[in-house]
């Protein structure tokens, strides 16, 4: 199981958020997850089946088509994943009240991924969406 | 060294940054230390001896000095540990431009501390800045 956790959020990263294959979310993903604790993001503190985990991954995904996550880090605790990244992403698809840039974004974060077996259930994250609005509102002013 | 290298951040935390006792330091924290990222911290990319390392703790505890860290999840990997915690401190000193407004700020964040051996040598931190920023903004609206 140690590596298996691993790679299941490796293989998360990669194939559903930065490749856009949406539908591998059944791969990886458990029949209910927990956003435990995103502030910033609006489905913080809810509960998704898995028509609604891929539902918020083709939402968070339009404004940024080509977006990609790269690991800066990566290890295990005992039933969770924690792994921190880098995040870059044209910004191509309108944001609630900021209209498409055409600029690349960058972002960082850290995201614990808590697992039942080999499904992750939810997550605890904190991205850095303060430099995310300061890029977007230097292309504005 | 599985062990040691978890309590020794669980004590940096509560020791050094929650209850202030700064000099203790010395126990954590190698002789150069670098703020690999942090973004939105003056120190980011700096490296400091174990004085600047003091200066950096002493500057930033003087606007929050009641500010307490609690550990939501810690686990270690190949010569790091990562731990994820909540913040708060009541906002009693001055920030850049910001005079104090006497409420109590609640911050969340991830850090991934680097070691060699029993000392740290630096960090790769993201903190929810936008929140902080919001809570004081709404105090002085």
Redesign the interface.
């Known amino acids: 199981m140690i590596t298996s956790q691993l790679e299941i959020v490796k293989s998360l990263l990669q194939t559903v958020w930065s490749d856009g294959n949406i539908d591998d979310s059944d791969k990886f993903i458990a029949s209910h997850y927990t956003i435990r ?1 995103d ?2 993001d609006p489905w913080e503190g809810k509960t998704v089946d898995l028509a609604g985990y891929k539902e918020r991954c083709r939402l968070s995904r339009a404004p940024f088509p080509d977006q990609k996550f790269e690991i ?7 039933e ?1 994943v ?1 792994v ?1 990244w880098n995040w870059s992403g044209t910004h191509r698809g309108d944001l609630p009240g900021i209209p498409a840039t055409g600029k690349v974004i960058r972002m ?3 995201t ?1 991924y808590y697992f039942s077996g080999d499904r992750i259930t939810g997550h ?1 994250q ?6 995310v ?1 300061r890029q977007i509102r230097d292309v504005r002013a």
């Open positions: 604790h502030p910033g800066v880090d990566i290890t295990r605790g005992d969770f924690v921190t960082s974060g850290a614990v605890w904190i991205a850095d969406r303060l430099s609005y």
